[in-house]
C-alpha cells in the first residue's frame, strides 16, 4: 500500500503517511492488481503541477487532464463526492484532480462488470463509452514503470537507512573521541592539581624544617619520599603524603613552642646573669639551674616551665642582693684611701672611675660595676702611695728646712729680743700633731687663721682679701702661688692631720 499524496510505501495497519503526514485512505472494492496506471506527458505533468488560484473551483471537470504519470491509490471506501472538498483540504492540486478521476472511472467500471457479469477479458470497448475503453487498455498496460518506482523507492530507503547508520556510527565515534579527549584532559588537570597541592604541602613543609632544624630520622624521610613523588607525579600518593607532612607539622610546631619557651628562657636569664657577678655562695646553686634547664629543652619538658623559671628568679634576687652589698663594700674601701693631695690629673683620673660605675649601676650591670670598682680601688692606692711618697720626701725636706729655720730663728730671736711665736697662732702646727688642748679658747675665726697659718708658711695666697691682708701684716709671711696652683702634697703629713684637725673644730 503506498500513500495517494506523496506514494510512500506504507504498512497494512498505518493510519497516517510516515513522510507527508497525509491521512491514509482505504478502498475495500479495489486492490494492487487493479490500479490503473495513467501516464502524462511532461508538458501535461508540468502544466497541472501550477497551483491553481484559490478561487478556483476544485470540483471542476478533469478534462483538462491527460496521460502521464503514475498515481496509485488505496482508498478504503469509495468516499462520496460530498466528501472531495474535505480530503482537496490536505491533498495537492493534481493529486486531487488525479484521485478525483480515478475514483469515477473506477466506479464505472465496477457497474459495467456488475451489469454484465461478464469476466473482464470479455468485455470489448465500444465506441460511445470512451471511459470504458481507457480503463481496458489500463489494465491491460504492462505494470512495470511502477515496480520500477517501487524498487527505486526501496533502494531509496535502503540508501537512506545505510547513510544513517553510517551517520550515526560516525557521530558515535566522534562523540566517543571526544569524550575520551575530555576525560584525558580532566585527568591530566586533576593530577596536576593532586600534584600542585603537594607541592605547596611540600614547601609548607620544607619551611617548617629550616625553622626548626631536626634530625629525626622520620621527618627527613617524609621529606624524601615527598620530593620524590613530586618528580615522579606519583599523585596516588598526595593524599598520604600531605596528611603525614600535616602531623609532621604540627608535631614540629607543638614540640618548637615548648623549646621555644625554654630556649626563650634560658637566654632571657642568660642575659640578665651576665649583668651579676656569680658569688662563690652561688655558683654552685647556678652551674646547676642551668644544667636542668638545658635538661628540659634537650627532652621538651614543657611542665619543668614553671619551676625552672621560680628557681632562676630566685637565684636572680640573690646575685642583685649579692652585688649590691659587694658594690657597697668596694666604695667604702676606696673613700677610705686618702687621696686629697692627689693631682689634678689623678683627681680626673679617679673621678672617671666614679662616672663610669654610676652609668654600670644606672643599667644594672653590676658585673661592670664591680669590675670598675677593683680597678678604681687599685688605682685609688697607686695615686695614694705616690702621695705618700712625695709626702715623705717633702717631710723630710720640710724637716730640715724647719731645723734650719729653727736655728735662724732662735739667732734672730736672740738678736731682737723677742720671739718668733708672737707672728703665729699655733707656732707647732707644722711640726707636731695639735692635741684639744692645743686649740682650747681659740675663737672660730682664729681657728680658720691658724688652719690658712699652715699654708701661709708655704707662701699660698688666699682669695678672701681680709685673710690676705691679715697674712700680710706677717713678718714671715711671703705669698708667691695663687690659690689655683698651689699644691697640697708640699704639706707634710702633720700638716695635714692638724689642718683636718682644726677644720673639725671650727
Known amino acids: 500500500m503506498y500513500c495517494s499524496k506523496c506514494g510512500h510505501h506504507l504498512e497494512e495497519d498505518a493510519l497516517f503517511c510516515p513522510e507527508c503526514g497525509a491521512p491514509v485512505a482505504r478502498d475495500r472494492n479495489l486492490s494492487e492488481d487493479t490500479l490503473p496506471i495513467i501516464e502524462f506527458s511532461d508538458d501535461d505533468l508540468a502544466e497541472n503541477m501550477i497551483e491553481p488560484p484559490a478561487h478556483a473551483d476544485e470540483t471542476s471537470d478533469d478534462s483538462d487532464f491527460s496521460e502521464g504519470s503514475i498515481y496509485r491509490s488505496d482508498m478504503a471506501d469509495t468516499a462520496p463526492l460530498e466528501t472531495e472538498a474535505v480530503n482537496d483540504a490536505y491533498q495537492g492540486p493534481v493529486v486531487k484532480k488525479i484521485e478525483r478521476r480515478h475514483r469515477r472511472s473506477s466506479q464505472k467500471h465496477e457497474e459495467n462488470t456488475v451489469d454484465t457479469e461478464m469476466p473482464d477479458n470479455s468485455i470489448e470497448p465500444l465506441a460511445d463509452e470512451p471511459e470504458q475503453q481507457e480503463n481496458t487498455r489500463f489494465s491491460e498496460r504492462p505494470r512495470m514503470r511502477l515496480e520500477e518506482r517501487l524498487a527505486q523507492q526501496d533502494q531509496k530507503q535502503n540508501e537512506d537507512k545505510h547513510h544513517h547508520k553510517i551517520i550515526v556510527i560516525c557521530t558515535a565515534l566522534i562523540i566517543t573521541a571526544v569524550v575520551a579527549v575530555a576525560a584525558l584532559v580532566g585527568f591530566s588537570l586533576f593530577r596536576n592539581y593532586r600534584l600542585g597541592q603537594l607541592s605547596e604541602t611540600l614547601d609548607e613543609y620544607e619551611q617548617i624544617l629550616e625553622q626548626y632544624p631536626t634530625d629525626n630520622a622520620d621527618y627527613l624521610s617524609l621529606l624524601e619520599q615527598a620530593q620524590a613523588a613530586v618528580e615522579k607525579g606519583d599523585f596516588m600518593a598526595v593524599s598520604s603524603l600531605r596528611s603525614q607532612m600535616r602531623d609532621a607539622i604540627s608535631q614540629i610546631e607543638s614540640s618548637s613552642e ?17 649583668r651579676y657577678r656569680i658569688t662563690e655562695d652561688y655558683q654552685e646553686t647556678y652551674d646547676t639551674v642551668m644544667a636542668d634547664l638545658d635538661t628540659a629543652i634537650s627532652s621538651l619538658d614543657s611542665r619543668a616551665y614553671s619551676e625552672l623559671e621560680n628557681r632562676l628568679e630566685s637565684l636572680r634576687i640573690n646575685l642583685n642582693t649579692a652585688n649590691q652589698q ?36 644606672a643599667v644594672d650591670n653590676y658585673a661592670s660595676a664591680l669590675d670598675i670598682l677593683e680597678e678604681w680601688k687599685a688605682s685609688a692606692e697607686q695615686i695614694a702611695e705616690k702621695i705618700s711618697s ?6 723630710e725636706s720640710l724637716e730640715e728646712e724647719s731645723l734650719k729655720m729653727e736655728s735662724e730663728d732662735a739667732a734672730a730671736q736672740t738678736e731682737t729680743g723677742q720671739t718668733e711665736t708672737d707672728d703665729y697662732i699655733l707656732p707647732q702646727s707644722s711640726t707636731e700633731v695639735l692635741t684639744e688642748e692645743d686649740i682650747e679658747g681659740l675663737s672660730a675665726e682664729e681657728l680658720l687663721l691658724a688652719r690658712n697659718e699652715i699654708y701661709a708658711r708655704h707662701g699660698r695666697k688666699f682669695s678672701t682679701p681680709e685673710i690676705q691682708a691679715y697674712f700680710d701684716s706677717k713678718s714671715w709671711y711671703n705669698g708667691t702661688i695663687s690659690p689655683e696652683d698651689f699644691d697640697t702634697s708640699v704639706l707634710n703629713s702633720t700638716e695635714r692631720a692638724n689642718v683636718s684637725f682644726i677644720k673639725s673644730h671650727e
Open 258 to 274: 615548648v623549646q621555644t619557651m625554654l630556649v626563650g628562657l634560658k637566654n632571657e636569664y642568660t642575659d640578665i646573669f651576665s
Open 326 to 361: 659587694a658594690v657597697t663594700s668596694l666604695k667604702n674601701e676606696i673613700t677610705r684611701i686618702d687621696v686629697s693631695s692627689a693631682s689634678s690629673e689623678d683627681a680626673q683620673t679617679l673621678k672617671d672611675f666614679e662616672n663610669r660605675v654610676d652609668e654600670a649601676l
Open 390 to 395: 712625695q709626702n715623705e720626701s717633702i717631710r
